[in-house]
């Protein structure tokens, strides 16, 4: 348990060097010792006992995860509520730790027992946050996997239409060579009538291909 705050509410009295020299077998525990205690006695793993939202508030994990407020009243987040009161909130800090303790004596509530709420919230929220990341993650595989699988789809269509677009301009050029054949012998017959006719007439009525007769506009002659 590294957690900063939990220092807050346990401190440690630095030791005389008289009591540095002796060691005592019997000392009390000192603060860590202590909150790795408390966390101890806690069941590492969270179990959520009702379905959750995804973004879920933190009461609803709270009471998902089954953390009750102690009988006395005083969760950590009551606590979190006094520390910051108007009516200490602007106390130094050692006055304001005090301050708390004194209401939590005052009330019959070991701070002991505010400490096991909080490492309680703490880990009902880490695990919240693992059920979530690995949601988050199955989610980005599956996604992942449906837009490769789209993708493929994509590119299996893509190649069949371009497929059917270079047949279709295969087909064109075939029919184009077909075409241009066609008109090469075209000119010949032309060139062969005109030639026939060019005996018997003073202009020749018969049109061939770059012949003067081709390129005169419609009723020029």
């Known amino acids: 348990m590294s957690k900063k705050w939990y220092n807050f509410f346990v401190s440690v009295n630095p ?4 009591e540095s020299a002796e060691p005592n077998a019997e000392s009390p525990p ?6 790795a205690e408390i966390a101890a006695s806690i069941s590492p793993e969270t179990r959520f006992t009702a379905p959750i939202a995804e ?17 006395h009243g005083f969760s950590i987040m009551k606590v979190a509520d006094m520390l910051h009161s ?12 005090s301050s708390v303790l004194v209401a939590l004596e005052a009330a019959g509530a070991p701070i002991q027992d505010v400490i096991q709420d909080a490492v309680r919230r703490d880990r009902a929220l880490d695990a ?13 595989a599956r996604k992942t ?21 270079a047949a279709n301009n295969d ?5 184009r060579e077909k075409f241009f054949a066609w008109r090469l012998k075209k000119q010949e017959e032309e060139q062969k009538i005109s030639d026939t006719v060019s005996y018997f007439v003073t202009e020749n ?16 002659r």
């Open 128 to 140: 919240f946050e693992r059920v979530q990341e690995k949601s988050v993650a199955d989610l980005e």
């Open 30 to 35: 000192t603060a860590a010792q202590a909150v």
């Open 15 to 18: 030791a005389t060097p008289a």
């Open 86 to 97: 108007e009516h200490i909130r602007s106390l130094p800090r050692d006055v304001k730790k």
């Open 171 to 175: 087909e064109v050029a075939r029919q």
């Open 205 to 220: 009525p018969i049109t061939t291909s770059g012949s003067p007769a081709a390129a005169a506009p419609p009723g020029s």
């Open 55 to 71: 973004l879920a508030s933190f009461d609803e994990i709270y009471r998902a995860a089954e953390i009750p407020n102690p009988a």
């Open 145 to 165: 996997k449906e837009n490769q699988d789209i993708q493929a789809e994509l590119d299996r269509i893509v190649a069949e239409h371009r497929a059917r677009m």
